[in-house]
Protein backbone atom coordinates (compact mmCIF):
# COMPACT_ATOMS: atom_id res chain seq x y z
CA UNK A 1 0.00 0.00 0.00
CA UNK A 2 0.91 3.50 -0.71
CA UNK A 3 -0.30 7.15 -1.62
CA UNK A 4 -3.67 6.72 -2.86
CA UNK A 5 -3.91 9.30 -5.17
CA UNK A 6 -7.27 10.85 -5.83
CA UNK A 7 -10.18 10.15 -4.59
CA UNK A 8 -12.65 7.62 -6.12
CA UNK A 9 -16.14 8.39 -6.14
CA UNK A 10 -18.97 6.54 -7.82
CA UNK A 11 -22.59 7.34 -7.04
CA UNK A 12 -24.57 4.24 -5.97
CA UNK A 13 -28.14 5.30 -5.88
CA UNK A 14 -30.67 7.46 -6.75
CA UNK A 15 -34.52 8.07 -7.40
CA UNK A 16 -35.45 6.28 -10.16
CA UNK A 17 -37.56 9.46 -11.79
CA UNK A 18 -35.99 12.62 -9.87
CA UNK A 19 -37.21 15.42 -11.42
CA UNK A 20 -40.81 14.04 -11.35
CA UNK A 21 -40.94 13.42 -7.20
CA UNK A 22 -39.52 17.35 -7.25
CA UNK A 23 -42.07 18.79 -9.60
CA UNK A 24 -44.58 16.60 -7.93
CA UNK A 25 -43.63 17.92 -4.63
CA UNK A 26 -43.40 21.48 -5.80
CA UNK A 27 -46.77 21.50 -7.32
CA UNK A 28 -48.88 19.85 -4.31
CA UNK A 29 -48.06 23.12 -2.54
CA UNK A 30 -49.98 24.98 -5.08
CA UNK A 31 -52.27 22.21 -6.14
CA UNK A 32 -56.24 20.81 -5.15
CA UNK A 33 -55.01 17.40 -6.87
CA UNK A 34 -53.85 14.45 -5.33
CA UNK A 35 -49.84 13.83 -5.55
CA UNK A 36 -50.34 10.71 -7.47
CA UNK A 37 -52.32 12.13 -9.67
CA UNK A 38 -49.81 15.30 -10.39
CA UNK A 39 -46.95 12.59 -10.52
CA UNK A 40 -48.68 10.33 -12.97
CA UNK A 41 -49.96 13.02 -15.40
CA UNK A 42 -46.76 15.54 -15.63
CA UNK A 43 -44.88 14.69 -18.53
CA UNK A 44 -43.51 18.45 -19.70
CA UNK A 45 -39.94 18.62 -18.85
CA UNK A 46 -39.61 22.48 -18.91
CA UNK A 47 -43.08 22.78 -17.72
CA UNK A 48 -40.91 20.97 -14.55
CA UNK A 49 -38.50 22.68 -14.44
CA UNK A 50 -39.69 26.38 -14.49
CA UNK A 51 -41.75 25.26 -11.69
CA UNK A 52 -38.93 23.57 -9.61
CA UNK A 53 -36.66 26.61 -10.33
CA UNK A 54 -39.44 28.96 -9.67
CA UNK A 55 -40.11 27.07 -5.70
CA UNK A 56 -36.38 26.89 -5.30
CA UNK A 57 -34.98 30.57 -6.00
CA UNK A 58 -38.46 31.25 -3.37
CA UNK A 59 -36.47 29.64 -0.78
CA UNK A 60 -39.09 26.94 -0.41
CA UNK A 61 -36.41 23.95 0.26
CA UNK A 62 -38.57 21.08 1.64
CA UNK A 63 -39.59 20.06 -1.66
CA UNK A 64 -35.73 19.06 -2.73
CA UNK A 65 -35.61 17.04 0.72
CA UNK A 66 -37.85 14.23 -0.61
CA UNK A 67 -34.99 13.15 -2.77
CA UNK A 68 -31.52 10.70 -1.41
CA UNK A 69 -28.72 10.16 -3.42
CA UNK A 70 -25.82 7.64 -1.86
CA UNK A 71 -22.20 7.56 -2.96
CA UNK A 72 -19.44 5.16 -2.41
CA UNK A 73 -15.68 7.12 -1.68
CA UNK A 74 -12.54 5.79 -1.38
CA UNK A 75 -9.01 6.99 -1.00
CA UNK A 76 -10.00 10.03 0.77
CA UNK A 77 -7.76 11.12 4.09
CA UNK A 78 -8.99 11.18 7.35
CA UNK A 79 -8.79 14.77 6.97
CA UNK A 80 -10.92 15.22 4.14
CA UNK A 81 -13.63 13.13 5.83
CA UNK A 82 -13.60 15.27 9.02
CA UNK A 83 -14.44 17.83 7.46
CA UNK A 84 -17.48 16.11 4.66
CA UNK A 85 -18.87 14.38 8.19
CA UNK A 86 -19.57 18.00 9.69
CA UNK A 87 -22.30 18.37 7.31
CA UNK A 88 -25.63 18.39 8.76
CA UNK A 89 -28.38 16.05 7.62
CA UNK A 90 -25.95 13.28 5.70
CA UNK A 91 -25.45 9.49 6.95
CA UNK A 92 -21.95 7.97 6.84
CA UNK A 93 -20.90 4.43 6.92
CA UNK A 94 -17.17 4.81 7.34
CA UNK A 95 -14.27 2.05 7.36
CA UNK A 96 -13.48 1.74 10.93
CA UNK A 97 -9.99 1.97 11.96
CA UNK A 98 -11.18 0.22 15.36
CA UNK A 99 -12.06 -3.02 13.45
CA UNK A 100 -9.82 -2.99 10.37
CA UNK A 101 -6.66 -3.73 11.75
CA UNK A 102 -3.94 -1.57 8.93
CA UNK A 103 -1.42 -4.83 7.64
CA UNK A 104 1.92 -3.49 6.21
CA UNK A 105 2.29 0.24 4.87
CA UNK A 106 -1.37 1.72 5.12
CA UNK A 107 -2.81 3.91 2.22
CA UNK A 108 -2.21 7.69 2.38
CA UNK A 109 -2.90 11.04 0.63
CA UNK A 110 0.00 13.33 0.19
CA UNK A 111 -1.29 16.92 -0.22
CA UNK A 112 -0.54 18.46 -3.58
CA UNK A 113 1.84 21.67 -1.59
CA UNK A 114 4.06 18.95 -0.55
CA UNK A 115 4.11 16.45 -3.56
CA UNK A 116 5.23 19.27 -5.53
CA UNK A 117 8.55 19.30 -3.96
CA UNK A 118 10.84 16.67 -4.73
CA UNK A 119 12.72 16.47 -1.17
CA UNK A 120 9.65 17.03 0.96
CA UNK A 121 7.40 14.60 -0.52
CA UNK A 122 10.35 11.91 0.14
CA UNK A 123 10.32 13.33 3.86
CA UNK A 124 6.56 13.07 4.20
CA UNK A 125 6.75 9.24 2.60
CA UNK A 126 9.48 8.66 5.02
CA UNK A 127 7.82 9.94 8.13
CA UNK A 128 4.22 7.62 6.78
CA UNK A 129 6.75 4.05 6.68
CA UNK A 130 8.39 5.31 10.14
CA UNK A 131 4.08 5.34 11.77
CA UNK A 132 3.07 2.27 10.11
CA UNK A 133 6.05 0.71 11.42
CA UNK A 134 5.14 1.89 15.25
CA UNK A 135 1.76 0.71 14.17
CA UNK A 136 2.99 -2.51 13.13
CA UNK A 137 5.05 -3.00 16.63
CA UNK A 138 2.02 -2.14 18.73
CA UNK A 139 -0.37 -4.61 16.90
CA UNK A 140 2.35 -7.27 17.56
CA UNK A 141 2.77 -6.53 20.60
CA UNK A 142 -0.69 -7.42 21.63
CA UNK A 143 -2.19 -4.24 21.25
CA UNK A 144 -5.80 -3.85 19.82
CA UNK A 145 -6.18 -2.00 16.43
CA UNK A 146 -8.67 0.92 18.75
CA UNK A 147 -5.90 1.60 20.46
CA UNK A 148 -2.89 1.49 17.72
CA UNK A 149 -4.30 3.73 15.87
CA UNK A 150 -3.48 7.05 17.97
CA UNK A 151 -0.50 7.04 15.97
CA UNK A 152 -2.39 6.84 12.63
CA UNK A 153 -2.75 10.45 10.88
CA UNK A 154 -4.85 12.41 9.30
CA UNK A 155 -3.18 11.50 5.71
CA UNK A 156 -4.27 7.58 6.36
CA UNK A 157 -6.91 7.05 3.58
CA UNK A 158 -11.01 5.92 4.28
CA UNK A 159 -13.21 4.90 2.44
CA UNK A 160 -17.30 5.60 3.09
CA UNK A 161 -20.33 5.54 2.11
CA UNK A 162 -22.02 8.79 1.97
CA UNK A 163 -25.83 9.76 1.79
CA UNK A 164 -27.69 13.18 1.94
CA UNK A 165 -30.81 14.46 0.73
CA UNK A 166 -30.50 16.71 -2.26
CA UNK A 167 -31.10 19.84 -0.32
CA UNK A 168 -27.53 18.88 1.61
CA UNK A 169 -26.09 17.68 -1.90
CA UNK A 170 -26.62 21.90 -3.25
CA UNK A 171 -25.42 23.02 -0.29
CA UNK A 172 -22.16 20.90 0.23
CA UNK A 173 -21.50 21.56 -3.71
CA UNK A 174 -22.00 25.57 -2.90
CA UNK A 175 -19.67 25.66 0.06
CA UNK A 176 -17.36 22.75 -1.31
CA UNK A 177 -16.57 24.03 -4.86
CA UNK A 178 -15.63 27.29 -3.77
CA UNK A 179 -12.25 27.92 -4.39
CA UNK A 180 -11.63 28.81 -0.54
CA UNK A 181 -12.39 25.00 0.38
CA UNK A 182 -9.24 23.13 0.81
CA UNK A 183 -8.09 21.17 -2.53
CA UNK A 184 -9.06 17.71 -1.42
CA UNK A 185 -12.93 17.91 0.08
CA UNK A 186 -13.19 20.24 -3.41
CA UNK A 187 -12.28 17.71 -5.66
CA UNK A 188 -14.27 14.92 -3.93
CA UNK A 189 -17.44 17.26 -4.22
CA UNK A 190 -16.73 18.38 -7.81
CA UNK A 191 -16.63 14.83 -8.48
CA UNK A 192 -19.84 14.05 -6.70
CA UNK A 193 -21.26 16.63 -8.61
CA UNK A 194 -20.14 15.20 -11.92
CA UNK A 195 -21.57 11.80 -10.74
CA UNK A 196 -24.55 13.11 -10.01
CA UNK A 197 -24.75 15.55 -13.28
CA UNK A 198 -24.11 12.61 -15.52
CA UNK A 199 -28.17 11.15 -15.02
CA UNK A 200 -29.86 14.37 -13.85
CA UNK A 201 -27.99 16.98 -15.70
CA UNK A 202 -31.04 19.47 -15.00
CA UNK A 203 -29.34 19.90 -11.48
CA UNK A 204 -25.93 21.93 -13.21
CA UNK A 205 -27.18 25.16 -12.19
CA UNK A 206 -27.67 24.24 -8.75
CA UNK A 207 -24.45 22.40 -8.24
CA UNK A 208 -21.95 25.12 -7.99
CA UNK A 209 -19.99 27.42 -5.58
CA UNK A 210 -22.03 29.81 -4.00
CA UNK A 211 -21.35 32.68 -5.46
CA UNK A 212 -22.92 31.62 -8.85
CA UNK A 213 -25.68 31.51 -6.65
CA UNK A 214 -25.57 34.42 -4.87
CA UNK A 215 -24.27 36.55 -7.46
CA UNK A 216 -21.41 37.85 -5.08
CA UNK A 217 -18.64 36.29 -2.82
CA UNK A 218 -19.73 36.61 0.84
CA UNK A 219 -15.98 34.94 1.77
CA UNK A 220 -13.36 37.18 3.99
CA UNK A 221 -11.07 36.42 2.06
CA UNK A 222 -12.50 36.50 -1.75
CA UNK A 223 -10.44 34.87 -5.14
CA UNK A 224 -12.04 37.77 -7.12
CA UNK A 225 -14.52 36.17 -9.51
CA UNK A 226 -17.08 37.32 -8.17
CA UNK A 227 -17.93 40.95 -6.81
CA UNK A 228 -17.68 41.15 -2.87
CA UNK A 229 -20.70 42.14 -0.81
Known sequence: MEAAGKPVVNLISKPENMLKTVYTACRTCYSADYPIDIYNSVDDKEKMLKLIERVISSGHYSTIEHIQVSFAISNVSRA?????????????????????????????????????????????????????????????????????????????????????????????????????????????????????????LWLKPYLVPKCERLGFCDEDKSCGRMPVK
Not at 109 to 134: C, N, W, Y
Open 80 to 200: CTHQLVRHRHMSFSQKSQRYVKEKGQFDYVIPPTIARDSVLQEKFIGFMHRISEQYQEFTEAGIPAEDARYVLPNAAASSLVASLNLREMIHLANLRLCTRAQYEIRTMVKMMCAALLEEE
